[in-house]
């Protein structure tokens, strides 16, 4: 059975590729996500999207845990929402009925890149290593 190539393009979404099922002609291929069909294709490829991101927002403050009074995310303020895991898989379909199917592949998406400013001045130019001239 072949594979799936899964490509995450870090905005919710994952393009999908498979190989050919071997002794095969599919009419389409059924994509599922966690058991649910989601789409349904007539090539090898294809993209999900909408699914659950980290996200990070700055403006709750995190619940204390166990012994600490500093919540356990950082920056001290802001909590962290963790991405959802999705497992995938594909099946070939001949004349309406599904005949095979990829084994899953089980992945979570990561997230965006969240830029923090960190207030430092550079006292020499980078590297510091003697003069600027050389």
């Known amino acids: 059975m072949p594979r799936i190539d899964i490509y995450d ?8 590729e498979w190989g050919t099922f071997p002794g095969i002609t599919p009419a389409s291929y059924n994509v599922y996500q966690n058991g649910v069909e989601v789409q349904s294709v007539t090539i090898r490829s294809a993209t999900v999207s909408g699914l659950t991101q980290t996200t990070y927002s700055n403006s709750t403050i995190a619940a204390s ?3 600490s009074l500093r919540p356990q995310n950082m ?6 929402t963790p991405a959802n895991t ?10 309406g ?3 095979a199917r990829t084994p899953a592949v089980t992945v979570t998406p990561n997230p965006f890149s969240i830029m923090l400013t960190t207030p ?9 290593t003697g003069s600027p001239d050389g």
Do not use: Q
């Not at 920056?75 to 962290?80: F, K, L």
């Not at 999705?86 to 004349?95: D, E, L, Q, S």
């Not at 430092?120 to 510091?128: A, E, G, L």
């Open 9 to 16: 393009n870090l905005n919710g979404s994952f393009a999908l």
């Open 65 to 67: 845990s166990g012994n």
């Open 97 to 99: 009925i599904e005949v």
């Open 120 to 128: 430092m001045k550079r006292p020499f130019p980078y590297p510091n």
């Open 86 to 95: 999705y497992a995938f898989y594909v099946t070939a379909v001949v004349g």
């Open 75 to 80: 920056p001290p303020v802001g909590t962290v």
